[in-house]
């Protein structure tokens, strides 16, 4: 079902889209004729459709209860304008008639101005105008939809009671368009019913319902009609339903007539004429009945209801299904699941509502690890049908039980704005971002202009929802949600806006180009000098902000400028990141070692050990070996070998897997000549961590020097193992086994060697020879 909210300016047009299947109507009342109320008079409400005050279906607009609004005249689309909803605003007059109407008051080209920059600030409307030339009129483009009739609600006419019969409401005040004036000379001396809303027109009376008026086409003999071209179309409603009821019809001559004179009635140019027919009519019962049926045929062909309602549907179906996407893409936060980044893995949803985000997540972007935390019991309920977690607890007190920077993506979608301590809340989460992890979050901007003007009104409401949700407990602009998420140890990447509609009819009005600047008048207020940026922040609902682990960035940042070879102001670099004061001491330390290293590379001695010894106090306490090891490394560059293996001997005591530390012992021992605990060392870190190839070779030329080659072969074997693809080194060990006389274990390798590398030549092997010069020659 389509649930549409409409306006009540034409029971017999509303009628009609009733008959609409699949749609239900709420309309709202409007204040026409001095009537507040559904004029049951003139037709019954569409069945399953309800009445309401313009407040009440506002309120059910603002909570998207309806998936299309149809407007009948321009005014209806000022209450509308500001929601979501896709719009249809349907065009029955002509705007000059309208105008006419009002006594010229209303300057043409000033009334256009203002109507189309109504329409701009409508962000999904379509004009459906119900003839071209009021199309034209208008000057707009979209779909022509002719009315209909259905021809079993009319008929079948008798035309018993010897009277001319008009319809219409407001005929002698409409006489412009409605051509009151011809009919009344016309008429003279002949039996009249007028029906309608004619409060000027003394025996004008009001039919009690639709059978009733049904009667009284039936009963007549003749239909009279005389709208005026061009200031309307050469029918109505009312004259459409006379042919289907099978009357014949006297009508003033206009182009755009659906009479065929002389076949479904008669035209005529003059009251004479015109009367001279409807007399002929009153008088000839037969000839009025053989007119009559041609009007009903006529009629049915061009005025057919399936076309109505089939195009109708087709526009409706088209709105609602655009909305519906919409609708579930804005559900779902898609304009924050776009900013995913791709080959994202895990993702943690703080306050996850009940789900609709994850419902799109899961849909987008398939197999992902999705947690989600939400305090609400029943939402989390909800919302475990679309994640593979859900928390049910308090995201100000929780404490994730993942590991450390494991999470990829951290979404605070309408959140940070609902607690006490925003910069607490991201803070908590931090230790939990992976290194090339983001930080997503969504926050309402309360320099949006209705606010400001609100405020210099004298109020600030609070609504159920928005950007002054009651349950807000903290604001922010653009510019302190910035401050906020770098005092938090955030660097923003990205930040994108949800601009309402009304940005796009300012932007266009104001023309700001070339960095100039204009004043923006709220009414109450005017806010003075604004450029291009500060004009779209005051028309911006809502911010989307991407952000990354400030250290992070810097880190980025640095491997960058140090990839296009940059290298003392790297360091600078790194020294002015360090005083920012929202980084914690632990990334403070991370700094250090990057300057530790940089500064290493640069043969920056004084600068290196500073750094590295600034890292250990955080570093040892959390028996982290980096620090040692990098003063190590400084020392073993500087050829301080003895306090080289003090640093590295306090790296392993801290951490006994380092197999780093064992490989930097290896080589301060070899540089000191002990060969034989520089070999163990070697095996002993190649045994925590076989590939290391640099290590791997230093061991297997220490080995060669010293007459221990055999105890290179499990070295090798364990190396060949992480890295089957190797070529040197698997060559390496057939040439060891053969010098080892190991000729079985050789020939078994070269069929190993074979098996990785079938279209590599084998190396020969000789006895008591290597043949190391021939294989290099014969696998280069």
């Known amino acids: 079902m389509t649930n549409i909210l409409t306006f009540n300016w034409h029971e017999g047009y509303i009628a009609l889209l009733g008959k609409i299947p699949g749609v239900s109507l709420t309309i709202v009342e409007r204040s026409k004729g001095g009537y507040d109320r559904w004029m049951h008079e003139f037709r019954p409400c569409p069945r399953g459709s309800r009445l309401v005050s313009l407040k009440e279906a506002l309120e059910d607009l603002r909570r998207e209860r309806f998936d299309l609004v149809i407007a009948h005249d321009p005014t209806d689309l000022l209450s509308t304008m500001d929601s979501p909803v896709p719009q249809i605003l349907v065009l029955h007059n002509r705007l000059d008639t309208m105008i006419a109407l009002g006594g010229n008051a209303v300057d043409r080209q000033g009334y256009i101005e203002w109507f189309q920059n109504l329409l701009r600030m409508v962000s999904d409307l379509e004009i459906v105008s119900i003839s071209e030339p009021k199309q034209k009129n208008w000057g707009v483009s979209g779909p022509v ?82 709208t005026v071209f061009p200031h309307e179309d050469g029918y109505n409603l009312s004259l459409l339903e006379a042919m289907a009821s099978g009357m014949p019809v006297v009508a003033l001559e206009h182009p755009d007539s659906p009479i065929t004179h002389g076949r479904s009635g008669f035209l005529g140019e003059n009251p004479s004429s015109l009367s001279e027919s409807l007399r002929l009519l009153l008088k000839d019962r037969e000839k009025a009945g053989e007119l009559g049926q041609n009007a009903r045929l006529e009629v049915s062909r061009r005025f057919p209801l399936d076309r109505f309602i089939e195009t109708w549907s087709t526009l409706i179906r088209k709105k609602a299904s655009s909305w519906r996407l919409s609708r579930s893409y804005r559900e779902e936060r898609g304009e924050l699941i776009e900013r995913i980044p791709s080959g994202a893995r895990t993702i943690l949803d703080v306050g996850c509502g009940t789900g609709k985000m994850g419902r799109g997540i899961r849909r987008e972007l398939g197999c992902v690890e999705l947690t989600g935390i939400e305090n609400d019991p029943e939402k989390a309920r909800e919302a475990a049908f679309h994640y593979d977690r859900v928390v049910t607890e308090d995201a100000t007190r929780w404490v994730p039980d993942m590991p450390k920077e494991s999470i990829d993506v951290i979404v605070f979608a309408d959140v940070i704005e609902h607690v006490r301590e925003p910069g607490a809340l991201i803070k908590r989460y931090l230790p939990w971002l992976s290194p090339s992890g983001v930080v997503l979050l969504s926050i309402p901007n309360i320099r949006h202009h209705k606010v400001l003007k609100d405020l210099a009104e004298g109020h600030f409401r609070y609504e159920e929802e928005g950007i002054l949700d009651r349950s807000h407990l903290r604001f922010f602009t653009r510019e302190s949600m910035l401050e ?188 000191l000549d002990r060969k034989d605990e520089a070999l163990f060392y070697y095996a002993q870190s190649l045994l925590l961590h076989p590939a290391q190839e640099d290590i791997l070779e230093l061991f297997i030329r220490l080995a060669e020097e010293s007459g221990q080659l055999s105890e290179t072969v499990d070295a090798i074997r364990n190396y060949l193992k992480e890295v089957p693809e190797a070529v040197s080194e698997r060559i390496r060990l057939i040439e060891i086994l053969c010098e080892l006389g190991r000729r079985e274990e050789a020939e078994n390798e070269r069929r190993q060697f074979s098996t990785f590398h079938p279209d590599l030549p084998l190396p020969e092997v000789f006895q008591g020879t290597r043949g190391r010069d021939l294989s290099a020659r014969q696998v280069s």
């Open 145 to 226: 939809i002719l009315p209909g009739v259905d021809l079993s609600e009319w008929g079948p006419w008798t035309g018993g009671r010897a009277s001319v019969l008009q319809v219409g409401n407001f005929l002698k005040e409409r006489d412009l368009m409605l051509g009151y004036r011809v009919m009344e000379e016309s008429l003279q001396g002949l039996p009249r019913t007028v029906v309608g809303l004619n409060p000027s027109i003394p025996d004008s009376r009001m039919s009690r319902n639709q059978s009733d008026l049904a009667s009284l086409f039936r009963e007549h003999r003749v239909y009279f009609h005389a």
């Open 484 to 671: 906020l998420l770098g005092e938090s140890g955030l660097w923003v990447e990205s930040i994108s806006a949800n601009v309402d509609s009304r940005y796009r009819w300012v932007q266009e009005g104001t023309s700001l180009s070339n960095g100039s600047r204009t004043d923006i008048d709220l009414g109450p207020i005017v806010i003075r000098d604004q450029g291009v940026e500060e004009l779209k922040d005051l028309f911006t609902v809502q911010y989307i902000f991407l952000a990354r682990r400030k250290i992070q960035a810097i880190f980025d940042r640095v491997d960058r400028l140090s990839a296009d070879g940059a290298g003392v102001e790297l360091i600078e670099i790194l020294q002015e990141a360090r005083q920012d004061p929202s980084l914690s001491q632990e990334e403070k330390t991370e700094i250090d070692l990057r300057i530790g290293e940089i500064a290493c590379r640069g043969q920056q001695w004084e600068t290196a050990r500073e750094a590295y010894e600034r890292s250990l106090e955080t570093l040892s306490a959390a028996q982290d070996e980096r620090g040692a090891l990098g003063l190590a490394v400084l020392e073993l560059l500087t050829g301080d070998f003895p306090q080289a293996l003090l640093w590295f001997k306090m790296a392993f005591d801290m951490n006994p897997a380092s197999w780093k530390a064992l490989s930097g012992f290896a080589m301060a021992c070899q540089e």
